[in-house]
């Protein structure tokens, strides 16, 4: 069984920076790793995706501000969060999918963290 912790959340001014930290237990992490987030009534939906060989996919709404890394010495995923807005505040997810292909559907990952939340004030 696959164990995912998110940590880093919080609150930050409009401008500001935060780190998110994903750690992984259990099953392989060479699969396929993700960041979703849900907004207070949105669906979640897609931030960014690597793979094993660090090939990386973001949104469009985030591309350029945000960085996804990992290090699988550590087990452990990270996104950058840069130039924040107030309409990034939301419940961030790490997810994990089993497969090495790279996607962007929710529904293709299989294993979720609890959620970290990030609040970005005007």
């Known amino acids: 069984q696959v164990q995912l912790v998110e940590s880093g959340g919080g609150l930050v001014q409009a401008g500001g920076s935060l780190r998110l930290s994903c750690t992984a237990s259990?099953?392989?992490?060479?699969?396929?790793m993700g960041w979703f987030r849900q907004a207070p009534g949105k669906e979640r939906e897609f931030v960014a995706a690597?793979?094993?060989?660090?090939?990386?996919a973001y949104a469009d709404s985030v591309r350029g501000r945000f960085t996804i890394s990992r290090d699988n010495a550590k087990i452990t995923m990270y996104l950058q969060m840069n130039s924040l807005k107030p309409e990034d505040t939301a419940v961030y997810y790490c997810?994990?999918?089993?497969?090495?292909?790279?996607?962007?559907?929710?529904?293709?990952?299989?294993?979720w963290g609890q959620g970290t939340q990030v609040t970005v004030s005007s």
């Open positions: 997810a994990q999918a089993a497969r090495a292909t790279m996607s962007r559907t929710k529904g293709d990952y299989n294993y």
């Open positions: 259990g099953r392989t992490f060479s699969w396929l």
């Open positions: 690597i793979n094993w060989n660090s090939l990386t």
